[in-house]
């Protein structure tokens, strides 16, 4: 039995677009293109996309996991492998669920306390566990940045890499206070941190207005970004999403 793209991409919860990327790099050809130019995937293809998602999802670049598929002959040992990944991700998920539970418990006794955010007692610990690949990690539904963004994670310091994630995690915190405080989404300010992100994708990859509003979207429909968002602050995803939209209507339509 053979699936075309529209319904594989049904079945598996990534886009077309991300399909015909896996094509091109050499990591997912179709079983056979008919003559009317679609791509038709049979189970041996439907179990190699099972397992670059599986892949994709323990943090596994596109390369490498090239080079996984590459090297591995039988199907239930690759299987068995990524079983063991999982199992290891469940145990990093774990330590991550406790990380934020510490950080609310510290936030919460700092305001009965009187005290700003600022008090935390150890500001690195609000980054235990989380790995700054994940926001990466979920870009597969954007190829062409994801793999831009791979290329310049590749090329920096764990230092470097580090910097970034807090960057990303002070920026979010910023919109939370803006939100917080009853800002609307087309102000000065809140335009102001959106901009900011806007620049660093613009320099791995051309981002443009459309992709932009997808990318915004994403923080409400891709459960990975809005737990992100919504760990620090609920309804961020949302007013994120709305920002952007803004943004990318005023600014580059």
């Not at 596994?60 to 299987?79: H, K, M, P, S, Y």
């Not at 760990?231 to 999403?241: D, E, H, S, V």
């Amino acid at each position: 039995m053979a699936w075309p793209t529209a319904e594989v991409a049904r079945m598996s919860g990534v886009t077309a677009r991300t399909l015909r990327h896996y094509d091109e790099v050499g990591l997912l050809p179709p079983a056979w293109i008919g003559s009317n130019g679609y791509r038709y995937y049979e189970e041996r293809q439907l179990l190699r996309l099972q397992q670059i998602l599986v892949l994709r999802e323990l943090g596994v670049g596109l390369t490498e996991i090239g080079r996984v598929l590459a090297e591995q002959v039988d199907e239930l040992d690759a299987l068995r492998g990524h079983r063991s990944r999982l199992l290891a991700e469940r145990d990093r998920l774990q330590g991550l669920a406790e990380t934020v539970s510490r950080t609310i418990a510290e936030l919460e006794q700092s305001r009965k306390d009187g005290n700003p955010m600022t008090s935390i007692n150890r500001p690195e610990n609000l980054f235990e566990g989380i790995r700054p690949e994940m926001y990466q990690d979920s870009l597969r539904d954007f190829p062409e940045l994801a793999e831009a963004t791979e290329q310049r994670v590749a090329t920096m310091s764990e230092a470097e890499v580090e910097a970034g994630q807090r960057q990303r995690t002070a920026q979010m915190i910023r919109l939370a206070e803006l939100m917080a405080a009853g800002r609307p989404v087309d102000a000065d300010e809140v335009q102001a941190e959106i901009d900011a992100q806007y620049r660093a994708l613009a320099e791995m990859h051309a981002v443009s207005a459309e992709e932009h509003r997808a990318i915004g979207r994403a923080c409400v429909d891709n459960e990975q970004w809005r737990a992100a968002y919504e760990a620090i602050a609920p309804g961020l995803a949302t007013y994120q999403r709305d920002a952007i939209e803004v943004y990318a209507t005023t600014r580059l339509s």
